[in-house]
Structures are given as C-alpha cells and as structure tokens.
C-alpha cells in the first residue's frame, strides 16, 4: 500500500509527539521539587536502592535523589530492598528500613512522626529534640540522647519498640504511662494501647541493631593490620581474607536464665553465628566463646548476626552493613597555593577526591587552622566547588564526607590545607613556560610540526599576545599574535618567521578585560637550526672491529654547528634500553675506554635547553674483540724429540688462527731462561716455516706463534695472543774427524809395524759406524781397510807405503751423521836395510870336480846387518833372472847348501838380502843384496859305456 504525502505527515507529526510525551513523561517522574518558601528539615540519604515521598499539597508520589531535601509534612516511603536515612540540622537522625513508610510532623513544639508501616530506627543526640511518634493506642516519646526502633507487624496489630540507647515512654490513650529502659523491647496493641515486655534471654548489643559501619579504604583490616581470629572460630575463606575484624558483644537478661551464673562469673558457653541471609540458612561464620563478646572477621557487605547459648536459646538477629570507601582528601589548589589579584578577585576553584559513599559534602574554609570560625561553610554534592569572593588574607581549608553510616572505623582526620590570596597593584609580567631559554629547534619542521609556546596564566587575563623578534630589546617586533589560552602553537603560514636559521627572541604579554597590556616577559632566546648538517658522525664507521687493547686509543669523532651541549651516548643495546655511558664531550671527539668484548652502539645527542633530546646522530655499531686465540704447534709433535742433524732445518707447521691475517714466530733458547728469541720471523701468511734447527744446540726450546690481523677501513689491528708450545730437541752432530790430519805423513815402517790410528769425536756417539781407508794407487782407488766397530778409533794395520783417503760413517736415530770430510795421509817407503857383506864363497871362487870331491856342499857366510832378524839367499845362473834356488827365513849369517842341483855349469851370481819379518810373516823392512859370484866349473857328463858290450836282453 502507498502512503500519501499527507499519510506520510500526519504519521511523521504523531511519532514525534509520542516521543515528545515520553520526555516529558521521564522528566516529570525525575523532577525533585523544592520549596522555596519553605526550610528543609534535613536531607535523605540512600543507603540502598531509593525512597519516594508525598509533600501535602500532592496526591502523587516523585521520587527522591540523594541529598535531597525533606520538608514538613512529607510522607516518606521505602520500597523493596531500599533503605534510607535523614539526618536532620540539630544531628538527629531517622532511618527506614525497606518498606516502610512514615509522616512527618515537625509544626508543634514537638517532632511528631505518625509510624505508618515497616521498620525505622529514630536516634536522638545530646543537644536534638525528643521524637514522638504516634499511633491510634497513644505515644511513644524517644528522649534527647536516645535510640530506638519501631517496627509495625499489621498482622498481630502491634508495634514493637526496642531502646537501643537512653529510654522511651509509652504514653497511653488513657494517659497512663511505662518506661522503656536500654535495651529493653515491648509491644504495644496499636488498637487498645496494651503492651507487654518482651522476654529475650540473650539480648545482641554491638553492632547494634541497623548499624552501618564505613571503614576506610586502605586502612590496618584483618589480613593487613595483624588482628587474629581468637581460637574456636570457624571462619569460611573468603571471609578471612582483607576483612575488618568487629567485636560482637551480648548481654544476658536480667533475672532470665543464666544471668545468675554471669553475677558469678561462672558465664555459661555461647555460639556467635553470622550469615549473609536473613533466616541463617547459609552461616558465614562461627565462633565458640565463653563470655559475653567474641572478635570476627567480616568482609564488607550486609550480614546478620545472633548468638546461641548452650541451650539452644537465641538471641534476636541484628543487622548491619560494613563497607569500604576511601575518604576525601584535597586535591587542588596545591597546599600553600599563592594568589594574586590586581582589581578583581580571582575566582578559585578547590576540588577533592570523591568518595563513593558520601551523598554529600562539607566544604569549610577558615582563617583559623582549627577552623574554630568558618569564613564559608557549606554542603556541596559534587567533588569540587568554585569560589571569588574570598578575600585577601591566609585561609585554611578542609572537606568532610556526608554519609549515611552510624559508625566509622579508622577515619582519617580532614586534610587541612592554605592558600594565600594577596592584592597587587600594577599589572605584572607572565612567567614564560615554554619553549626554555636557549631552546634549539629544526627549521625543517617547523611546516609540519610547528613550535609550541606556552606560559603561566594570569587570572585577570581575557587574552594573551606572543612577540616574536631578531632583537632582545623587541625594538623591532617582526611578529605579534593573539592568543586566548596561555598557549600557542605556530606552523605552516604563521611561522614562516621561524624559518629561517639564526636566533631570535620571543616574550608574552597579558591583557585584561580592561584592554591594559602588561609588561612583556622575560625575553628567551631561541635558535633555528638547520637539522641536515647540524650533526653527523665521523668515525669509525658502522660495523668497526677494535681490538680490545686498542679501544683507549680510538677516536670517536664528529661534526656539529650546534652550540649546545653534546654527549656521546654509549650501549649495549640497539634501542638503548639501558644507557651504559653518557658522557659530555667538550670537544668533537672522545676517546674509548676499557669497555668489556663485545658489540656496542653509540649515537651523539645534543640536548636543548630543557634537558630533552634535541638531535640525534644516526646509531652506529662497533664491535670490541677479544685477541686472536692462540694457536700450538701440530708439526713436529710436541710429545715426541726431535732429532735434527748438524746443520739441518725443521718445518715448523702449526693450526691456522681464525681471523688472523699473518703471524709472528719466535725460537726462545733455554739458555737465556726464554728472555730473547734466538730465531724469529715476521708476517707469515703460510702456516709452517723451515727453522734452521740444526744451528742450535740440543734442548727444549720454546715456540711461541702470534696472530695479528692487519688494520683496514672497517677494523683495527687485532692482536692475537701468543700460543705457546714446546719442542724437545736433540741436535745429531756430524762425526768430526780428529786424527790424523789431512795431509799427514806416516814413516813406511811405522804404519806396518804399528799401524796408523784412525780417531774422530762426537758429541753424539752413532748407534753404527764404519771407517772406511782406501789407497790411491795413480787414478786407481783399493779399499785398504774398513771396520764396523764401536768406539771413536780405529786402527789401520800394515799400511803399505802410497797415499790414502780415509773417512767414518755413522747413523742415530735414523740420520746419517757421517763425517763431512775425507783425509788424505801418506805412508812414505820402508828405508832398505844395509846390504850384507858376503864373505863366502870368496868373490871369484871356483868350483870344481877337486872340490867337490872334497865336499860335497858349499858354506855361504856373510855379515851381519843391525836391525833384521831374517836373511834371504838367492842364487843365479848367469844371464838368468830367475834364481835356481832360494832360502829364505835364515836367521844365521851363513848357510851351507847341500843339494848342489840348484847350481849351474858356470857362474853363479849370489844374493842376500837382510830383512825384519814380523811374526805373522810379513817382511816389514827389506834391505839392500849383498852380492858376490862363484863358478861351477865341471866338465860336461858323458853317458856311461857298458863293461861287457853286446845285448843284455835274456841275460
């Protein structure tokens, strides 16, 4: 269906009246009306929920707010589960339990309530009034100093009264009267004024019936303040911890059962009960006591409370409420504040700190500190309260909570604080705030961010002006602006005076609502600085490695146009969580300190004339390195010894050192304790060198290798530590040749009696060895002797004269340390001995058929020669070269030869030859012949002829 236009009005037309009516509606059920003609009695106070109330004039109901007023011949009523309280301006009070309604009739000359239904508790106090309250059986008077609580059971049509405190009086329709003592309870017929008194064997007193207890928030409680639970007690736990502890007292009825047992002092056993619900069907707490009080914790909220003797008696259940809240205390203006005013008196604001509970407040202001005259004292709902009229002087002022609890635990006293107020005549300069004196600021954001001013305000300024100039005195202004607030920031347009870099100044001045100008404000200095070059690092640069000895030696440096205090900011952390150095430098330069391995950051940061953070250098990182690890030797092992011969060299191998570029080597000698290097090579970029070893002499020598890394733009030398290793060396010397000398000459006869001793030296006697002689016969070489033998000589036997070469050879431990020479020596000629003189045969002698017929040999003598033992006889036939007979080994001058067959036909040459011939037969020293010649003169044999001639064959 289509709607019209005007369907369309009329239904737009009726919504918003609906809603119009609802507004209304919300707004009269929430009006609170007040009567201007008429002063209140006193104000409600909720404790629970809300109440309602009917003044006379009206037949309906409003509803009530809190710290609302209450007149004269109100109607007061509580609903379900609300309660409320009235106190009234002569410090009485009323409370309403829920559902409960009374009349107030305060007209006569005395305070009338009409109990109308429910429960309420009315409390007197020393300089109040006297309550009565009326019923159609008569009046119950509550005397000045007095409590008691009424309640109304319409079903039995009695009205209970219970004293609480002081007495009551039942005044009858009769006008007969009875007396009500402290806590003492009757009822009274509402129809015909009757009563009775209530028996109650055990009668509850404190808390008292009603009460509601506030405790200050924070204050010494039960689990804070060291208060224990008395033994016996049964308490649930929760409701132990962070609870107040309360003292329930009790009392037994006069005359009843027990009280007699009390008058003893023999008081029977009583259970204390506590329970969140009213009929106890869930019990909070318990406690076993003997006596007529008992000390439980109690959590806030609302509780019930009886107590139980040993017979099963109860006493009636009381109620109260405990609650926590934090008391008000000042908050502003600051104690000691000072005010000034020149004309008009500054309008002050005070404020406090709320206060959940209080309905209400009490501001007091005085010029005494015991405020013993209040200047202004009054009932402010809010938490602040702004006056003007105070006048000049030194005031005192405190603020008190209104509540609705009958008791306070640990309430703090009301805070007193002073402010002074003083007139002042001429206008004053303002007090700059910000930017501070000297302040530095980046032109580059100036667009963006701008530059915020800021001063004290002044309380009779309407509005302010901020001047800006290049000179001190602002005799040339070069920028003014208006400000309402006692700030102002300038950006984009309005600061292109601020552009620019230099120093310029800026003050403030106040305007009243007169039009008057103060004075300008003390100039302050600011300076535009142009943040692209103002600062910058310089080094060393991102990421550079130190070596942790040279760390004191490195210079960190930069670039600043900034006159402002500059410090060199260190961490070891990249967000600089946690500042490990900040260090002002008085120059563009610091040097590093001993600072621990490891990666650092630094950044320079000039601060402004406030002490805040002006510009920063990007961060840079370095890192601080320990030395290269030390490395050992791997090659020859050092567990082992290590032979070297004479002269030899040693590769030296050892473990790369990580990070190393090259290293160092020296060779430290026992002999001088290791004091100075005897070997040592620099920038070895290898990891072995060849060591001459072999030029040392035996020990345990010291190797000691260090890694260096070289310097470059992104580190430091790095420096490594030595490593140190040890090397057991033995040096193998080569077997030196000691005799006989190159070149030496042995006499022919020694050398073959004797011999010729072969001897060489060694420090390091050969584990084998062999002297070897060789004789050089022209370019021909005879191995003339060798010998494997120990020990260092050697003797060569029956050296035959010529020239020899003679050496040694030798190993240990696997070297050949043979001698590195070869010696040559001579064996000169034996000298001949003398030759003989042979005296027979007679030179020339003859031989013949008569002599050999007379003998048969022939005697050979000859002389004698010094120094042999052994003669040779040799004969020879003429023109031969060989001899026809021999003998040798005569050791006689003479010889007789019998076998004559040996001789020829002829002449015979004769030779002997003296000699010395060893016992082994060698002839060692031979001499010169002796000779002489004989001949055999025999004629030639013919064969013999036969005597009987003829054949002989058969004879």
């Known amino acids: 269906m289509k709607l019209s236009a005007s369907d369309a009005l009329v239904s737009a037309l009726s919504f918003a009246g609906s809603c119009a009516l609802l507004w209304l509606f919300a707004l009269d059920i929430g009006t609170v009306s007040f009567r201007a003609n008429e002063k209140p009695l006193g104000t409600v106070v909720f404790k629970k929920m809300t109440a309602t109330r009917r003044p006379s004039d009206a037949l309906g109901w409003e509803r009530m707010r809190n710290d609302s007023p209450v007149y004269n011949a109100d109607t007061l009523r509580t609903g379900t589960l609300s309660e409320a309280a009235i106190f009234f301006d002569d410090g009485t009070s009323l409370e309403l339990d829920a559902n409960s309604m009374l009349k107030l009739d305060f007209g006569g000359p005395t305070r009338n309530l009409e109990f109308l239904d429910g429960e309420i508790t009315v409390g007197g106090s020393a300089s109040g009034s006297d309550y009565v309250i009326s019923s159609k059986a008569g009046t119950i008077s509550v005397g000045a100093d007095s409590s008691a609580t009424f309640s109304r059971d319409e079903t039995n049509n009695v009205i209970g009264v219970e004293v609480n405190k002081g007495t009551a009086r039942l005044t009858r329709a009769d006008g007969s009267t009875q007396e009500v003592k402290e806590n003492q309870a009757i009822e009274v017929n509402a129809a015909d004024g009757s009563s009775r008194f209530v028996s109650r064997p055990i009668i509850p007193l404190k808390p008292a019936r009603n009460a509601r207890i506030l405790g200050a928030a924070g204050s010494s409680t039960f689990a804070g303040g060291g208060a224990r639970v008395e033994s016996g007690a049964r308490v649930d736990a929760g409701q132990q911890a962070g609870a107040q502890l309360f003292e329930f007292?009790?009392?037994?009825?006069?005359?009843?059962?027990?009280?007699?047992?009390?008058?003893?002092?023999?008081?029977?056993?009583?259970?204390?009960?506590?329970?969140?619900?009213?009929?106890?069907?869930?019990?909070?707490?318990?406690?076993?006591?003997?006596?007529?009080?008992?000390?439980?914790?109690?959590?806030?909220?609302?509780?019930?409370?009886?107590?139980?003797?040993?017979?099963?008696?109860?006493?009636?259940?009381?109620?109260?409420?405990?609650?926590?809240?934090?008391?008000?205390?000042?908050?502003?203006?600051?104690?000691?504040?000072?005010?000034?005013?020149?004309?008009?008196?500054?309008?002050?604001?005070?404020?406090?700190?709320?206060?959940?509970?209080?309905?209400?407040?009490?501001?007091?202001?005085?010029?005494?500190?015991?405020?013993?005259?209040?200047?202004?004292?009054?009932?402010?709902?809010?938490?602040?309260?702004?006056?003007?009229?105070?006048?000049?002087?030194?005031?005192?002022?405190?603020?008190?909570?209104?509540?609705?609890?009958?008791?306070?635990?640990?309430?703090?006293?009301?805070?007193?604080?002073?402010?002074?107020?003083?007139?002042?005549?001429?206008?004053?300069?303002?007090?700059?705030?910000?930017?501070?004196?000297?302040?530095?600021?980046?032109?580059?954001?100036?667009?963006?961010?701008?530059?915020?001013?800021?001063?004290?305000?002044?309380?009779?300024?309407?509005?302010?002006?901020?001047?800006?100039?290049?000179?001190?005195?602002?005799?040339?202004?070069?920028?003014?602006?208006?400000?309402?607030?006692?700030?102002?920031?300038?950006?984009?347009?309005?600061?292109?005076?601020?552009?620019?870099?230099?120093t310029r100044y800026w003050a403030v001045r106040w305007i009243d609502n007169e039009g008057n100008a103060s004075p300008v404000s003390e100039p302050r200095r600011i300076i535009g600085i142009d943040g692209s070059i103002a600062l910058r690092p310089v080094f060393p640069p991102e990421g550079y490695r130190i070596a942790d000895s040279l760390v004191s030696n490195i210079r960190f440096t930069w670039k600043s146009n900034i006159a402002a205090d500059t410090f060199f900011v260190l961490s070891d952390d990249p967000s600089f969580s946690t500042v490990f150095l900040q260090e002002k430098a008085a120059a563009e330069t610091l040097f590093g300190r001993a600072w621990k391995s490891g990666t650092w950051y630094w950044k320079i940061r000039t601060l402004n004339a406030d002490g805040s953070v002006f510009i920063e250098t990007p961060v840079r990182s370095f890192t601080i390195l320990d030395p290269l690890p030390g490395t050992a030797v791997t090659k020859p092992a050092v567990s082992s010894l290590l032979y070297l011969r004479e002269g030899d060299s040693a590769v030296i191998e050892w473990n790369p050192v990580p990070g190393a570029d090259y290293c160092n080597l020296a060779l430290y000698s026992p002999e001088d304790g290791y004091a100075e290097p005897v070997f040592e090579r620099t920038h070895l970029t290898e990891n072995a060198l060849e060591i001459p070893m072999g030029n040392f002499r035996s020990g345990r020598y010291a190797v000691r290798i260090q890694g260096f890394a070289s310097e470059s733009e992104e580190s430091t030398r790095i420096i490594g530590y030595i490593g140190e290793s040890f090397l057991s060396y033995r040096r193998l010397e080569y077997l030196k040749l000691a005799s006989p000398e190159d070149g030496a000459v042995f006499e022919g006869l020694e050398a073959l009696r004797r011999g010729v001793e072969l001897r060489y030296n060694s420090a390091n006697p050969p584990e084998a060895q062999e002297f070897t002689l060789t004789r050089i016969d022209g370019r021909s070489e005879t191995e003339a002797a060798r010998s494997s033998s120990k020990g260092e000589l050697f003797t060569a036997r029956r050296l035959v004269p010529g020239s020899y070469l003679w050496t040694v050879g030798g190993t240990l431990a696997g070297f050949d340390i043979s001698a590195q020479e070869t010696r040559r020596f001579t064996v000169l000629p034996v000298p001949p001995l003398p030759a003989p003189v042979v005296s027979a045969p007679a030179a020339g002698a003859v031989f013949g058929v008569q002599e050999f017929r007379n003998s048969r040999t022939i005697d050979f003598a000859w002389s004698p020669v010094e120094g042999s033992n052994q003669y040779t006889l040799s004969i020879y036939p003429e023109g031969k070269r060989e001899s026809s007979f021999t003998k040798s080994g005569i050791t006689e001058t003479r010889f007789t030869l019998s076998d004559l067959t040996a001789l020829s036909r002829g002449k015979n040459r004769v030779r002997v030859e003296a000699s010395w011939t060893a016992e082994d037969g060698v002839v060692e020293q031979p001499g010169l012949p002796g000779e002489t010649s004989f001949t055999v003169d025999l004629p030639p044999a013919r064969q013999a002829a036969s005597k009987t001639g003829g054949s002989l064959y058969g004879r």
């Open 249 to 502: 007292v009790w009392q037994l009825e006069a005359g009843g059962a027990g009280s007699s047992a009390a008058d003893s002092g023999a008081l029977p056993a009583f259970t204390l009960e506590i329970s969140a619900e009213k009929d106890f069907s869930a019990i909070a707490a318990t406690h076993q006591a003997e006596g007529l009080s008992a000390f439980l914790p109690v959590l806030p909220g609302t509780w019930f409370w009886r107590v139980r003797d040993e017979a099963g008696r109860l006493s009636p259940a009381r109620k109260f409420s405990y609650e926590l809240d934090s008391f008000p205390r000042p908050a502003f203006p600051e104690d000691g504040a000072e005010y000034r005013y020149r004309k008009r008196l500054p309008e002050i604001r005070f404020a406090w700190t709320a206060m959940k509970e209080a309905s209400a407040y009490v501001f007091e202001l005085s010029d005494s500190p015991a405020f013993t005259k209040s200047k202004i004292r009054t009932r402010v709902s809010g938490s602040n309260i702004s006056l003007s009229e105070i006048g000049a002087g030194l005031w005192y002022w405190r603020v008190t909570p209104v509540h609705g609890y009958t008791e306070t635990l640990n309430a703090p006293e009301p805070v007193a604080r002073t402010l002074r107020i003083e007139k002042s005549g001429a206008m004053q300069p303002i007090a700059s705030s910000t930017p501070f004196n000297g302040l530095l600021y980046q032109i580059q954001e100036i667009d963006e961010k701008g530059l915020a001013f800021a001063w004290l305000p002044h309380a009779e300024a309407v509005s302010y002006e901020l001047v800006v100039s290049d000179a001190e005195s602002f005799s040339d202004a070069s920028f003014t602006v208006s400000s309402l607030t006692p700030y102002i920031r300038l950006s984009g347009d309005a600061a292109a005076v601020l552009r620019k870099p230099g």
